[in-house]
Each structure stands twice: as C-alpha cells, then as structure tokens.
C-alpha cells in the first residue's frame, strides 16, 4: 500500500504542477491584457456572414440588430439553407426596407445533402467585400459598435480576428455549466493567441478575409467533418503574424443557451469531432492540459480512499485554487462572467468530468447533420 501510494501521490503532484503551467503560463495573458480603447476605427467595407436553417425566430429577433450596425459601408448576407419555417417571405420583406441585407437561398435536394461548411461556402461567395465577419441567426451583438470594433483590428498582416461570444445568463446549474464551459474554452483558445499560438475561434463571432479563405482552398480538407467551419479554418489558417482578438463589451455577441441536458450534450457532440483534426502540436498540448485536469481530480479522490496525508492533499488542492482565483478572477470580468467566480470548485471539478464523458461517448456517438 505504500508503494502505491508514493506513485499515486508522485502522479498527483506531475498534474498538479502541469496544471500551474497552462494557469501561470499560458491563461494568465488574458488576466494581464488590457483592453485598448482605440483614437479612431479603420472604416473599412464589411461583410457579415450568417447562415439559417429554420430560424424564423432568432432571425425576427436578432437580425435588425445586425443590419442597425454603426458603420458606413457593411452588408449582411444571410444564407437561407433549405428553411421550411417562412424564413424565406420574412428576409424578402426585410430585403425590401434594408437594401444592404442581401439573402441567399438553399433549397432541399433529395439525393444531395449538405452541412453547414457547404452554405457558408456559398455566403462567402456571395459577399462582396474582402473583409468578412461571421456569425449565427441566434446572436446578438452587445452594441451597434460590435462590427467597428471588429473590423477595426484589418490592418498590416490581419486576417483572422478571433472575437468571443458569451451565453446569457438564465439561472440553473444547466447555464452555470454552460456558461463556464464557454469561459474556459474562451481562455484558453484566447490565452494561446496571446502567448502566439492561436489555433481556433468560435463562428458566433469570428472575422477573416476572403482572400485567406480562397488561398487556403476554403473547407476543402476538412469537408467530411460535420462540424469546424469556425476552429478548424482557424487551426490550419492562423499564425501569430495574422491573427488578433477583439474581447471589449461592445465587440461581444450573445447567444440563447439550450435549456436541457440533453440538448447541450448533443451539440457538444456534434462539435467534438473537430478536434481530431486539429495540427498534432495542438492535440498534444490540450490534450495534455485537459488530462492533467482529469487526473488531477481522479488522484485526489484515490488519495482520500488511500487515506493519505489529508492536510497534504489538502494543501496542494487549495494553492490550485488561489492560483486559479489569482488568474480567473479578471478573466471572469473581461469574459463578462463574475457571478462565476463563487461557483469555481464545483464548476470546474464538474467541467473536467465534462471532458471525460464527453471523450468517451464521442469515440460512439455519431451526428450527421449541423441542424
């Protein structure tokens, strides 16, 4: 029993000092960066991609939010794909009082199917300036400035700018989960491009060029995946010379998140199999973060069965959580999610189990379409 002991506590204390690093290292960039506040934005001609399959009602709700933007010379193109919900007569009506709304439509065909990569394809072919920012028929910008503020940073040798949209807050464990598990990917993918290792972006608030989308020969390698139109164009795309990020309030898209267990999982499903496809030094980094996370809980519990030294094991999980206070507590802010932060050790025990039956049961679970 000793012997074990010694190597599950030498295990212990490998994940915990693993752990430090990505917090100390890597996500303390984002509890450091500062939020400039521009002199004056670059008025550049945009863009603002969306794609719709029966969102009749996010679109009546959020779409006037994107075309009422404050900008002097944007489009918004939004690609209809095989609606059946009266999408089609309502963007027709809506086409006729705002001349820069410009609608593409998708109908059904009965021996070719087509997932989302295909209809943002489209959408970027249809646009007609070389600067596009992308986003979904459920979002919301924060303000009327959220395209300024994004197009802004199309300057030098920009051409992918990685924005962040949060999850509204509605109450229930359900949207603490959900909105944790969309602060931590938000650090660290936002962390990473501040320490000159972007390697994705979200799609519900992402801008790149029509030149790098072409010159990367768009989706193509990654085609037969369901899922990564946003993270995956980013992994092979993004380099520490072209890419920036917009976090300021204004810039921020909302989002409506689902209101069931079983709906959040399927999505997350639908968006694990990205992953697979990343660059290996990107696999082997986060899965290397997210493992020492799991084993770091796996080990304590197996430490108190053991019944090690508690205040040991103790110690070493409490410096863990004060240096993840230390670090988490401006990102939660700068995230626009404070209420968090007296939330963290459940959230974040609760996320890496997150991880580990999510891993699992995608190695199964298969999903064949995006909508």
């Known amino acids: 029993m000793d012997y074990l002991y010694i190597i599950v506590l030498i295990a212990f204390q490998i994940c915990f000092l693993i752990q430090l690093y990505y917090l100390i290292v890597i996500n303390r960039k984002l509890a450091t960066y500062k939020i400039a506040e521009p002199e004056s934005f670059i008025e550049s001609p945009v863009s603002v991609i969306i794609c719709a399959r029966n969102e009749l009602n996010n679109l009546q709700k959020n779409l006037i939010l994107f075309l009422e933007q404050d900008h002097p010379d944007f489009e918004v193109v939004v690609v209809n794909d095989c609606s059946n919900d009266g999408t089609d007569w309502y963007l027709r009506d809506l086409s006729a009082v705002h001349p820069n709304l410009k ?8 021996r070719f199917k087509h997932g989302k990569k295909f209809a943002v394809t489209l959408g970027i072919k249809a646009s007609k300036n070389e600067n596009m920012i992308f986003s979904d028929a459920d979002c919301r910008p924060a303000s009327k400035f959220w395209l300024s503020r994004m197009q802004r940073h199309f300057r030098d040798n920009t051409e992918i700018v990685l924005g962040y949209s949060p999850y509204e807050s509605t109450g229930g464990l359900l949207n603490k989960i959900i909105r944790f598990e969309t602060f931590s990917t938000a ?5 990473f491009a501040l320490s000159g290792m972007p390697y994705m972006g979200v799609g519900r608030n992402l801008a790149y060029k029509k030149s790098l989308f072409f010159r990367g020969k768009g989706f193509a390698s990654h085609m037969h995946i369901l899922s990564g139109d946003d993270d995956l164009f980013v992994n092979q795309n993004a380099s520490d010379l072209n890419t920036s990020i917009e976090i300021h309030p204004d810039a921020q898209v909302w989002s409506e998140p689902k209101h069931t267990y079983g709906g959040y999982f399927n999505q997350k499903i639908r968006h694990q199999g990205a992953g697979k496809a990343y660059q290996l030094r990107h696999k082997q980094i986060l899965s290397l973060q997210a493992g020492s996370g799991v084993l ?5 519990f197996a430490l108190i069965v053991i019944q090690a030294q508690w205040w040991l094991i103790l110690s070493i999980y409490l410096i863990r959580l004060a240096v993840q206070l230390f670090v988490y ?11 968090l932060i007296w939330w963290l050790p459940i959230l974040d025990f609760i996320y890496y189990l997150y991880i580990m039956v999510l891993s699992f049961v995608s190695l199964f679970k298969k999903r064949l379409e995006w909508k």
């Open 187 to 191: 650090l660290n993918y936002i962390s």
């Open 329 to 339: 507590v401006p990102c939660f802010r700068k995230l626009s999610y404070p209420d």
């Open 103 to 110: 609608v593409v439509t998708l109908s059904d065909h009965p």
């Open 296 to 300: 770091f809980y796996i080990l304590l």
